[in-house]
T-cell receptor
Framework: DAGVIQSPRHEVTEMGQEVTLRCKPI?????LFWYRQTMMRGLELLIY????????DSGMPEDRFSAKMPNASFSTLKIQPSEPRDSAVYFCASSRQGLWEKLFFGSGTQLSVL | DAKTTQPNSMESNEEEPVHLPCNHS???????IHWYRQLPSQGPEYVIHGLTSNVNNRMASLAIAEDRKSSTLILHRATLRDAAVYYCTPRASGTYKYIFGTGTRLKVLA
């Protein structure tokens, strides 16, 4: 089992540029989550999907952020245009369906917007 | 969503037990309580979960208060590899929303 795979591991971009973060969940998992981590706000849930359908996007900070899951093995989180305050570590996680099922996290993408 | 309160940081000596508290007074009756930890430069990893009764696994024990308004993660013998940020996160019933917050940073002293 390869685990949750995120790419890129690090991303440095300039303000105003489009940024796309990618995630491959564990095969067979029904749920996919995007989190953002900063020192000030800790680990925040941005959006989660069930069977490729967005269920709750109430944590998405603003319209500059969008997430898609075109199939069960791939998801993207896009920021357009990026701003310095978007600098953070972005984590993707997946889980099976079930009240007790646990989350499996990827290694994260460290995003720096200059 | 249930809110949680954890101390910002704690210290423990190596080989001694550690009790990490979490207050989740707004939890509902069917919310599972999950604990995760995050080692430096890694994503969080699952530690343990429970609903009403105390739970044990190879990593830790979870003690849940009778009124379920608080829980305590117990590491029986802390090692240097246990230095991490520990999060308690009630899972909102009927949803898959895990709310993590800022957690407790555990420092283990040699």
């Amino acid at each position: 089992d390869a685990g949750v795979i995120q790419s890129p591991r690090h991303e440095v971009t300039e303000m105003g540029q489009e940024v796309t973060l990618r995630c491959k969940p564990i095969s067979g998992h029904d749920y996919l989550f995007w989190y953002r981590q900063t020192m000030m706000r800790g680990l925040e849930l941005l959006i989660y999907f069930n069977n490729n359908v967005p269920i709750d996007d109430s944590g998405m900070p603003e319209d500059r952020f969008s997430a898609k899951m075109p199939n069960a093995s791939f998801s993207t989180l896009k920021i357009q245009p990026s701003e310095p305050r978007d600098s953070a570590v972005y984590f993707c996680a997946s889980s099976r369906q079930g009240l007790w099922e646990k989350l499996f996290f990827g290694s994260g993408t460290q995003l720096s917007v200059l | 969503d249930a809110k949680t309160t954890q101390p910002n940081s704690m210290e423990s000596n190596e080989e001694e037990p550690v009790h990490l508290p979490c207050n989740h007074s707004t939890i509902s009756g069917t919310d599972y309580i999950h604990w995760y930890r995050q080692l430096p430069s890694q994503g969080p990893e699952y530690v343990i979960h429970g609903l009403t009764s105390n739970v044990n696994n190879r990593m830790a024990s979870l003690a849940i208060a009778e009124d379920r308004k608080s829980s305590t993660l117990i590491l029986h013998r802390a090692t240097l590899r246990d230095a991490a940020v520990y999060y308690c996160t009630p899972r909102a019933s009927g949803t898959y929303k895990y709310i993590f917050g800022t957690g407790t940073r555990l420092k283990v002293l040699a």
